[in-house]
C-alpha cells in the first residue's frame, strides 16, 4: 500500500513538474533572432567596415585542438586531376553524427574549399561531421562536371562514413553564391539519371536537406543569362543553347519529394538579384516542398562574412538541422 501511494505521490509531482516547464520548453524550441539591421548600398556597408562599426569573421585561423582535421582527401581523379575533400569532427565523437557538406562559392571559376572553415569548425564542436569539397572550375570543364564532382563527393562520404562517423542517411548539402546552386542542384536532381554516376557506385547522392545561401535558382532570366560567369559555365551564349541554361536550373527539376530547404538572401545582393530567392521560395511552397526564407534587408552578397549575419545564419541553420535530422547539436543541448 505505501509503495503504491508513493508512486502516485511521484507520478503527481512529475505531471506538475512538467506542467510548469512546458511553456519553457516550447519558448526555447520556438526561440527566434532579431535581424541584424542592414545597409542603405553596399557604398554604405563599406564606410562602415571602414570605421570599424562593421566585423567580419576570421576565415583563416589554426583548427582547434578539440577539433580532428582529415586535410586534402582524394575522393576522385579525372584524368590526371585529382580532386580533394576535408573532413572535421570533434576529437571527442562517440558515436555517427549527421553530415554537413559545404561548397564554396566563387561564380564556378574560383575558390577555394578551405573558404568555410568557420562552418567547418564551428558545426564540427557542435557535434556534427563537416565536409568541404574541392570541385572542377570552368576554365577546365563545363556544365555538369561542377555537379558530378560534388555528387561523387556525397557518394565517397557515404562509403566511408563508418571511418568518420557519419551517419549516411542524414546528410546536407550547403554552399553559397555558385557553390549554393550546385547545393540546390545536387538536393533536387536525385534520380535523374543524366547526372547520375552511380552505377559505379552501390551508395546514392540523395540528400536530406538543402541549405541555399543567395544561390542562383534560375539561369535563364535576361539578367543570368547575360552574365560571364553564367555563360562560361554553361560553355554556350543563350541564344546559341537555351536549352543548356534551363537544364542547368535548380528550378527545372523541383519535385514535391526534395529535401526541405532553407535559403538566406539579402536584398541589397548586387550579384545573385534577390528575385532569384524570392522565386525559389514560391517554387517549393507551391509543390509542397518544406521551406524556409530568411530575407535580409540591406545585406549584400557574402552577407555571412559579417559576424552578425553569420551568428543569425548558423541560428537558423541550428535549429533547421534539429528539426529535420532530429539531432540536437552539443553546444545548444548544453546551454539548455
Known sequence: MMI???RKYLSSKITLLLYL???FLIMGQDATMEKP????????????????????IEKDFPVPDDVEEYKDIIYKTVDSTKLKLDIYHAKNISESAPLLLFIHGGGWKKGDKHDYLRYLIDYARKGYVTATVQYRFTNKVKFPAQLLDVKAAIRWLKKNADSYHINNKKVAVIGGSAGGHLAMMAGYTSGISEFSEED???????????????GPYDLTTEYARE???VTNFIGKKYN????LFLKASP???ITEDDPPTLIFQGTIDELVPFSQSDNLTKQLKETGVQVEYHKLEG????????VEVNEYCQFYMDRFFEKHFSFKSKINAENE
Open 4 to 6: 503504491n501511494n508513493f
Open 21 to 23: 516547464i512546458a511553456p
Open 37 to 56: 539591421d542592414g545597409y542603405f548600398s553596399e557604398t554604405t556597408l563599406k564606410i562602415a567596415y571602414f570605421f570599424g562599426t562593421l566585423d567580419l
Open 200 to 214: 559505379e557506385s552501390p551508395y546514392s547522392s540523395k540528400v536530406q536537406a538543402v541549405v541555399d545561401l543567395y
Open 227 to 229: 552574365q560571364s560567369s
Open 240 to 243: 546559341e543553347a537555351p536549352e
Open 251 to 253: 528550378k527545372t527539376y
Open 299 to 306: 545585406w549584400p552578397h557574402t552577407m555571412d562574412l559579417a
